[in-house]
Every structure is written in structure tokens, then in C-alpha cells.
């Protein structure tokens, strides 16, 4: 029973930290090429990283675990791409 109960509170505080995250699939499925810089940092919040070179800008949102990454042409998607940004569905049924 106490490792049930560890189970779901560490299940719990880990969901609690990925609701405060903007990287969900409910968020990927928002961007679309043609959309700006601008309207995918108001989906996803602040970029952890970007670089440029000429007109073109790569950014990744996340970290190595779990990221977003944009690539930009003229300041407007050209391709996008995650990396284990998926739903999780928490299955809270007791099982004896």
C-alpha cells in the first residue's frame, strides 16, 4: 500500500510539473508552416535556444529529455519536429 501511495505522489508531482510545460502535443499540433516567430513563441512560450545564419533560424524549445525544435525562413516556419512529446495517460485504477 505505502509503495502505491509513492507511486501516485511521485506520478502526481511529475504531471504537475509537465502541466506547467507549453510542450504538449496539443501544442505541437498548433504550429504550421507559414506561421511567425512571433505567433510560435506565443504557443510555446520563450525558446530555450536559437541561432541564425542569414535568413534562416533554428530554435529549440525544451531540453534533452523533450524538445520542440522550429527551423524558420524569413521569419516563418519552414519545417518542425519534437522529440518525445507525447500524451501520457495515468492509469489510477486499483489493481489487487
Do not use: H
Not at 24 to 50: F, M
Not at 58 to 74: E, L
Request: aromatic share 8%; with cysteine.
Amino acid at each position: 500500500m505505502a509503495l502505491r501511495v509513492g507511486l501516485l505522489a511521485a506520478a502526481l508531482a511529475g504531471f504537475a510539473a509537465a502541466g506547467c510545460s507549453k510542450l504538449t502535443p496539443e501544442n505541437y499540433a498548433k504550429l504550421k508552416p507559414g506561421l511567425s516567430y512571433e505567433e510560435v513563441k506565443t504557443i510555446l512560450g520563450d525558446p530555450a535556444r536559437c541561432d541564425d545564419l542569414m535568413a534562416f533560424k533554428s530554435c529549440r524549445w525544451g531540453d534533452d529529455s523533450r524538445s520542440i525544435t522550429v527551423r524558420f525562413a524569413g521569419d516563418q516556419i519552414l519545417l518542425y519536429s519534437a522529440e518525445n512529446v507525447r500524451r501520457v495517460v495515468l492509469d489510477l485504477t486499483s489493481r489487487t
